[in-house]
């Protein structure tokens, strides 16, 4: 089976249709305003409008109130919804949209354990674990945690770029692999030749 592959952190709609002329599977837009790549809901707005069918949207949330999460899916369109920070199983749910959920794994985490609780989310995120910081570090973690049968498709996200993505996709056989930091030539602004060296390379991984 394809590995498949987000985007995350698009700010501007050239830079998401760069993705999807690549060949991305999904965009990510970040609703966290501590971000450097955190978008308006217009930004967003205009980012969803532009995307062909069979792109999955994923909004990425830290630790946003219920009230606030619900305004902003009567604006914008999302097909996901993606929580980075530290919501419970019953914060994911109910909005009316599928979720996954993004775990931090630490030097020697039990990774096992941190994917339990979360029974109704449709994969796991696992990103690298860095004090004060929900995630876009661009740090690896030690892929060695990730267990073989995790019980859910595994999105592997953490300091990836072209040149290492095809060993972590060796490594860990994850169900899709999640780039912000590794595509960009500044915060927030992406590089499409940087995109698609590193969906070349998931491609032949």
Known sequence: MRVRSKICGITR???????????????????Y????????????QAIVAALPPFVTSVGLFVDMP????????????????????????????????????AL????????????????????????????GVP????????????????GKPIILAGGLTADNVAQAIAQVRPYAVDVSGGVEAA?????AGKIHAFLQAVALA
């Open 13 to 31: 709609v050239e830079d998401a249709l760069a993705a999807v002329e690549a060949g991305a599977d999904a965009i990510g837009l970040v609703f």
């Open 33 to 44: 305003a501590k971000s450097p790549r955190a978008v308006s809901v217009e930004q967003a």
């Open 66 to 101: 219920r009230e606030e999460l619900q305004a902003v899916l009567a604006q914008v369109p999302l097909d996901l919804l993606q929580f980075h920070g530290e919501e419970s199983p019953a914060d994911c749910e109910g909005h009316g949209r599928p979720y996954i959920k």
């Open 104 to 131: 931090r794994v630490r030097p020697g985490g039990d990774v096992a354990a941190l994917l339990a609780p979360y029974a109704g989310a449709r994969g796991i995120l696992l990103d690298t674990f860095v004090e």
């Open 135 to 150: 995630g876009g570090t661009g740090a690896a973690f030690d892929w060695s945690l990730v267990p073989c049968e995790a």
């Open 187 to 191: 915060k927030g602004i992406k590089d």
